[in-house]
C-alpha cells in the first residue's frame, strides 16, 4: 500500500497511465498476478495489459518470475518493486531529466 501512494504522488514526473495506476493498485492487494489476472482485474485487454508491463519494469517499478502453470507452461508473475527501490529509480529519473536540461 505504502508502494501505491508514492507511486500516485510522482504519477506526473513519471508519465504514468490511468491503465498503469490500475495495474499498481490491482498489485498493491495482491502480491503476486499473472497477466490474465491484472488484465481481468483492471478491465482491460491482456494484451494492453503486456504493453504497460514492459514499461512499468523498464521504469523499475515492478518485478516479475517465471511461474510454471497447471498445464506445464511457463509464465510471468508481477508485483511492485520495494519503496526503495521505487524511490532510487525516481531519483535516477529526476538527475536524468536535470542532466538532460543542462545540455540544452
Given at each position: 500500500m505504502e508502494q501505491l501512494k508514492l507511486v500516485q504522488r510522482v504519477?506526473?514526473?513519471?508519465?504514468l497511465?490511468?491503465?498503469d495506476l490500475a495495474i499498481i493498485?490491482?498489485?498493491s492487494y495482491d502480491q503476486k498476478l499473472l497477466v490474465s489476472e491484472i488484465?481481468?482485474?483492471t478491465h482491460r485487454s491482456k494484451r494492453h495489459i503486456c504493453d504497460?508491463?514492459?514499461l512499468l519494469l523498464e521504469k523499475g517499478l515492478l518485478e516479475r518470475e517465471l511461474h510454471i502453470l497447471h498445464n506445464k507452461r511457463?509464465?510471468?508473475r508481477y508485483?511492485?518493486?520495494s519503496t526503495d527501490r521505487i524511490t532510487e529509480r525516481l531519483r535516477e529519473h529526476l538527475l536524468?531529466?536535470?542532466s538532460d536540461l543542462d545540455t540544452v
Open positions: 504519477r506526473p514526473i513519471l508519465g497511465s490511468k491503465t493498485s490491482s498489485l488484465a481481468s482485474q504497460r508491463l514492459s511457463v509464465a510471468y508485483s511492485l518493486s536524468q531529466a536535470l
